[in-house]
Nanobody, 115 residues
């Protein structure tokens, strides 16, 4: 059993910053790939950033140089530092982990960016 709990969402003005956290519990290991996805109203869920078992990262083009994904394995926590937010970043952000032969998702945290 795996549980993911996101936090840190909220409302900010364009140009602002937020840091999302995802606390993981259950049968997880530091090698399990993890990622952040987001879903805006009326749109499909999309990848924002991922971090692999070796610490490699990849980002959606729309967030490169603005967002940073990281993980603290000692705390079983995944982070997403977001800078220079714009209204197009408004969405529900979900944490994801690949483990035990499947993907697990958190409940999501809302990020709203006002222009």
């Amino acid at each position: 059993q795996v549980q993911l709990v996101e936090s840190g969402g909220g409302s900010v003005q364009a140009g602002g910053s937020l840091r999302l956290s995802c606390a993981a519990s259950g049968t997880i290991f530091s090698v399990n790939p993890m990622g952040w996805y987001r879903q805006a109203p009326g749109k499909q869920r999309e990848l924002v950033a991922r971090i692999g078992s070796g610490g490699s990262t990849n980002y959606a083009d729309s967030v490169k140089d603005r967002f940073t994904i990281s993980r603290d394995n000692a705390k079983n926590t995944l982070y997403l530092q977001m800078h220079s937010l714009n209204p197009e970043d408004t969405a529900v952000y979900y944490c994801n982990i690949a483990t035990l032969g499947r993907y697990y998702w958190g409940q999501g945290t809302q990020v709203t960016v006002a222009s």
